[in-house]
T-cell receptor, first 112, second 111 residues
Framework: AQKVTQAQTEISVVEKEDVTLDCVYE???????LFWYKQPPSGELVFLIR??????QNEISGRYSWNFQKSTSSFNFTITASQVVDSAVYFC?????????FGKGTKLTVNP | NAGVTQTPKFRVLKTGQSMTLLCAQD?????MYWYRQDPGMGLRLIHY???????AKGEVPDGYNVSRLKKQNFLLGLESAAPSQTSVYFC??????????FGPGTRLTVT
């Protein structure tokens, strides 16, 4: 069975702080994909990143970075110098043969 | 490209009424999905389709039916709405196992 755990339900930070969102996954598949999605207060779901199970390179995109570690089954997301516009619910997801399983999300509030 | 569109955006139903939600995508994706999102539950897969004419059950299929008669459309039907089906419904599509692209959502209230 596949499972994604986002242990942090809510996080509140002050603007310019760095924040890391944790994601731990479980799967028996050897080939799988991991994703992060952002859901701002407007409600739409925005794709942020995809990682496949054979690529453990960390990724950086502007203020966003992702740390994928198969040894600990984790795919953590860090926002550097957070901004108010980063306030959203962030979902980690795991894709097996056909289905995408989502974590329950972490609500991030960035206060000015 | 419009991406993934959903019709309607909002709907209020009375218990026992039926309705159909329409999802359309213009990205020529084979895979399409219907999710529901409830507070504290994240997104849960209702039904999905891996190609025109195919459908399969997801995590929470009871009370819903789907059809994929055309590749670009995926319909979600509620035959007899119940208050427990009050939720926000998202449609998504993807190219194979890659990232899914989501529609804007439909907020459904069943009274």
């Amino acid at each position: 069975a596949q499972k994604v755990t986002q242990a942090q339900t809510e996080i509140s930070v002050v603007e310019k702080e760095d924040v890391t969102l944790d994601c731990v996954y479980e799967t028996r598949d050897t080939t799988y994909y991991l994703f992060w999605y952002k859901q701002p207060p407007s409600g739409e779901l925005v794709f942020l990143i995809r990682r496949n199970s054979f690529d453990e390179q960390n990724e950086i995109s502007g203020r966003y970075s992702w740390n994928f570690q198969k040894s600990t089954s984790s795919f953590n997301f860090t926002i550097t110098a957070s901004q108010v516009v980063d306030s959203a619910v962030y979902f980690c997801a795991l894709r097996g043969p056909e289905k995408l399983v989502f974590g329950k999300g972490t609500k991030l509030t960035v206060n000015p | 490209n419009a991406g993934v569109t959903q019709t309607p955006k909002f709907r209020v139903l009375k218990t026992g009424q039926s309705m159909t939600l329409l999802c359309a995508q213009d990205m020529n994706h084979e895979y399409m999905y219907w999710y529901r999102q409830d507070p504290g539950m994240g997104l849960r897969l209702i039904h999905y389709s891996v190609g025109e004419g195919t459908t399969a059950k997801g995590e929470v299929p009871d009370g819903y039916n789907v059809s994929r008669l055309k590749k670009q459309n995926f319909l979600l039907g509620l035959e007899s709405a119940a208050p427990s089906q009050t939720s926000v419904y998202f449609c998504a599509s993807s190219y194979s196992l890659w990232e899914q692209y989501f529609g804007p959502g439909t907020r459904l209230t069943v009274t």
